[in-house]
Every structure is written in C-alpha cells, then in structure tokens.
C-alpha cells in the first residue's frame, strides 16, 4: 500500500502523549480502587507493574508485525482494541476481571512505538532526530500533568473517570489516525524472524548490556517512584489526590530541565560520562532528601520532593543512554531498539512491584527515598560499567 499522505506531527505527538498518560494518570486513585475492589493497595498496585510486562511483551511482537503489514492497520488495531478494553475496565465488578482488561489496555502502546517508527519511514537520521526530539517533549510533559489531572478527576467524579477519559482520548486517535495516517512502510523489511535471529549478538555485548541496564535503572527511578509515593502520601502525609498527582510529576518536572542539559553537553561529553554525571545528580538528590528525613524533617517537600533530582538525573541520562543503545551495532539498531524495549519494561515493572509492596508493607517517611536512593545507586554502577565497557572496547579495536 502505497503513503496516501503524510501524517501531521501534531497527530504522532498525540498518540505518543496517549499512550503515556494511560500508564500512570489513574495512580492517585489506586486506594479508592483497592477500597471498592476490596483488595490491598499492594494488589491494586500491581496494576502498574502488570501493565508494563504487557507493555513489554506486545513491544516483542509490535514491531516486526508492523513492518509486516504495515503502520496504519496495526495502530488502528492497537486503538480499537484498547477502546474495547476501557470499556471492559468501566463496567467491571471484580478487581480479576478488571486486572485482565488493563493488562488488554496495554495495547495503546502502539501509539508510542509506532509513532517512532513512522517518523524513521519518512525522515533521514538528521531529520528523524528533530522530530524525535518533538516526541520526547511529549514524553516529559504528558506524564508530570497526566497525574494531575487524575486526582483532580479522582476528587470530582471518582477513579471511573480516569478510564472514561481514556476512552473519549482513544476514541478520538483511531479517529484522528483513520483520516490522517497513510501507510509509511518501506516496501522493504526484515521479517520477525531475521530481527530474531540478530538477538544472540547483541545479548553477547557488554556495551549494549552496560547502556540498557543503566537505561533501565533511569527508567525504573521513576517507576519505583509512582509505585511507592502514591500509598505514602495519602496514608502518612494526609494528602488530597490531586495534591498527589502534583507531586507525582515533580519526577517528570526534573526529568524535563535534565533532557534540556543533555542536549546541550551531549556534544562536549561521551555518553558515559553524562549518565555517570546523571545518574550521580540523581543519588546525590534523593541521598539528601533521605538524609534530612532520618534527621527528623518529615513533610511532603523532604518524603516526595527530592524525587526532582531523580527526575533530573533521568534528563541526563535517558536520552544519551538511548542514543547508546542504538550505537552499539548500527546495523542492528532496530533489534537493539526492540530488545532493550522489553528489558527495560520488565525491570521498570520489578521496580514498581517492589517498591509498591514495600510502601504498602512499610509506610514510613523513609519508604520512598531510600527505594529511590536504592535504585539510583544500581544505576550509577551500570553507569560506571558501561564506562569500564566502552574503554575495553576502545583498546581492542586499536
């Protein structure tokens, strides 16, 4: 099928932005779901850990099959069968029939994933870096006002609001996407199985072990973050949940200001150094706000708001650590792309899962910045790794 036009950017940025707010707008309502659920906020919790394994495990197959049969069909199927799930997730009455059509949610990520790749189809690598960088501004924003606007839904007209919103929001991108999206699929392309078969030498690269694992770790920060603060400052700090959706975007405020300074030292530093630098920021941060908490000092601004540093940290890292992965092997930087995908979902979830059951079991001021300082801290080893890993390449290729 041939390109019947050429998307807008504003519709590529809408899509991502979509499947962003959908993992964690609905966060500050988790203890009214658990409530009317009757289930633990552990439990209700594990919602965000699950969604990002279907996440992960549909990031598997996504991208094969739409180079298989195209971008436009496999986003409008994506759409349609989230639509479909929302409303599975409205008129539930049990919290298992529920957890199965979130997890069915998951295929909104189309919107995410494709979005790049439609940009790579239409865009040579400079012009496909400008673009990208549009994306990643959707990417910083939608996640700091999603939970905001969640809580002040949750306040007004209860958690089912949120997945009412998602509904009328996906909606509108299989409309919007129906009249505006072409096919951008180049006649020609891999097959699942050849992207497969690449797998076995990227596993066998230090490099790309050392730049996904430190990516993941970035990642998992903000994950572990939204897993543990939302029972923390509800159960602890009193919190109102759209007091809650402000301070669980503090990490993404950070995150914006960190990606700002990353594109301005990327050129001046190896990538490294800034996620070293990056990853450092982040446990030099969250050390401090743990600090002032063990010394006494408990409010929301010492508990949740030294997540910025995380956030900020992540800024630094994310976007080099990225642009590392695809480095590794560049004739393999769709397999790279794809492989880092799935690690990096699951150990975001394993983040978010041990970091919700540990404030649900502990709800303590110390909970969330000692899970953050935890979690920065396997990052700026990875970070450092990675140095290690680059150096020994570096002297094996003279």
Same mark, same amino acid.
């Given at each position: 099928m041939k390109p019947r036009s050429t998307p807008m950017m504003i519709t590529l940025i809408l899509l991502t932005a979509t499947s962003i707010i959908v993992q964690n707008m609905f966060l500050p309502s988790l203890s009214a779901m658990a409530d009317e659920f009757s289930v633990s906020y552990a439990q209700a919790?594990?919602?965000?850990?699950?969604?990002?394994?279907? @996440?992960?495990?549909?990031?598997?197959?996504?991208?094969?099959?739409?180079?298989?049969?195209?971008r436009r069909p496999i986003m409008l199927m994506g759409l349609a069968i989230f639509c479909l799930a929302t409303i599975g997730c409205l008129f539930a009455e049990s919290f298992l029939l529920f957890w199965?059509?979130?997890?069915?949610?998951?295929?909104?990520?189309?919107? /995410?994933? /494709?979005?790049?790749?439609i940009l790579r189809d239409l865009f040579d690598d400079k012009g496909a870096a400008k673009k990208l960088a549009q994306l990643a501004m959707a990417m910083a924003i939608a996640?700091?006002?999603?939970?905001?606007?969640?809580?002040?839904?949750?306040?007004?007209?209860?958690?089912?609001?949120?997945?009412?919103?998602?509904?009328?929001?996906?909606?509108?991108?299989?409309v919007l996407t129906w009249i505006d999206l072409g096919e951008t699929r180049h006649k020609e392309f891999k097959s699942f199985r050849d992207q497969i078969a690449t797998y076995p030498t990227l596993l066998m690269s230090r490099r790309f072990w050392g730049y996904t694992m430190t990516t993941s770790f970035s990642i998992g920060a903000f994950y572990a973050y939204l897993g543990s603060a939302p029972?923390?400052?509800?159960?602890?700090?009193?919190l109102s949940p759209s007091m809650i959706g402000l301070f669980l975007g503090l990490i993404t405020f950070g995150f914006?200001? $960190?990606?700002?300074?990353?594109?301005?030292?990327?050129?001046?530093?190896?990538?490294?150094?800034l996620m070293i630098i990056g990853r450092g920021v982040s446990l030099l941060g969250t050390?401090?706000? /743990?600090?002032?908490?063990?010394? $006494?000092?408990?409010?929301?601004? @010492?508990?949740?708001?030294?997540?910025?540093?995380?956030?900020?940290?992540?800024?630094?890292t994310i976007p080099v650590g990225n642009a590392g992965i695809m480095s590794v092997n560049p004739k393999l930087s769709g397999s790279a792309s794809g492989l880092s995908a799935v690690v990096l979902l699951l150990m975001?979830?394993?983040?978010?899962?041990?970091? $919700?059951? %540990?404030?649900?079991?502990? @709800?303590?001021? @110390? %909970?969330?910045?000692?899970?953050?300082?935890?979690?920065?801290?396997? $990052?700026?080893?990875?970070?450092?790794? %990675?140095?290690?890993?680059?150096?020994?390449?570096?002297?094996q290729r003279q």
């Open positions: 919790n594990g919602l965000v850990a699950g969604f990002l394994v279907a @996440t992960a495990v549909l990031s598997f197959f996504l991208g094969p099959l739409s180079d298989y049969y195209g199965i059509f979130r997890m069915i949610q998951a295929a909104v990520v189309v919107g /995410l994933l /494709l979005s790049r790749a996640p700091m006002l999603a939970p905001l606007l969640g809580g002040i839904l949750q306040e007004n007209y209860g958690w089912r609001a949120n997945f009412w919103f998602f509904f009328c929001a996906g909606i509108a991108m299989f029972i923390i400052a509800e159960d602890l700090l009193g914006f200001f $960190g990606n700002f300074a990353s594109s301005k030292l990327s050129d001046r530093m190896s990538f490294p150094s050390g401090l706000g /743990l600090i002032c908490v063990l010394l $006494g000092f408990v409010s929301p601004l @010492t508990v949740l708001g030294f997540a910025v540093f995380a956030g900020l940290g992540n800024g630094l975001s979830a394993l983040c978010s899962w041990i970091a $919700g059951w %540990t404030a649900s079991q502990y @709800t303590v001021a @110390t %909970t969330v910045p000692l899970v953050l300082v935890v979690v920065s801290a396997l $990052g700026l080893f990875f970070a450092v790794f %990675t140095a290690w890993a680059e150096r020994r390449a570096g002297d």
